[in-house]
């Protein structure tokens, strides 16, 4: 079991920065690919990016490609999601998103099973 508490969202203006933050706990957290995915209002849940349990691999969305950056630190348990350059396009709730541990290899083919309860991004313009 993996536990996964997201922190970091907020209102920003177009243009700005916001850092996410993912905590997570369980046991198995180095093994598990890690994903930050988001939903606007009327829309449905988009991946948005990952990485592998090592690292090693990275997804990202054409959307958010050259202005988001994954990264993790698997001595705290942690995975952040630095948003620059952000739209009023970019305004959702992001999740942190975690698999069973299976140290897949290639980020971009994550299937999630452990969810965080999401953090409210707002982008005005």
């Known amino acids: 079991q993996v536990q996964l508490v997201e922190s970091g969202g907020g209102l920003v203006q177009a243009g700005g920065s916001l850092r996410l933050s993912c905590a997570a706990s369980?046991?198995?957290?180095?093994?598990?690919?890690m994903g930050w995915l988001r939903q606007a209002p009327g829309k449905e849940r988009e991946s948005i990016a990952a990485i592998s349990w090592n690292g090693g691999s990275t997804y990202y969305a054409e959307s958010v490609k050259g202005r988001f950056t994954i990264s993790r630190d698997n001595a705290k348990n942690t995975v952040t999601l630095q948003m620059n350059s952000l739209k009023p396009e970019d305004t959702a709730v992001y999740y942190c998103?975690?698999?069973?541990?299976?140290?897949?290899?290639?980020?971009?083919?994550?299937?999630?099973?452990?969810w965080g309860q999401g953090t409210q991004v707002n982008v005005s313009s």
């Open positions: 369980g046991r198995s957290f180095s093994s598990c690919g």
């Open positions: 998103a975690a698999d069973r541990g299976y140290r897949a290899t290639y980020a971009a083919t994550l299937l999630y099973a452990y």
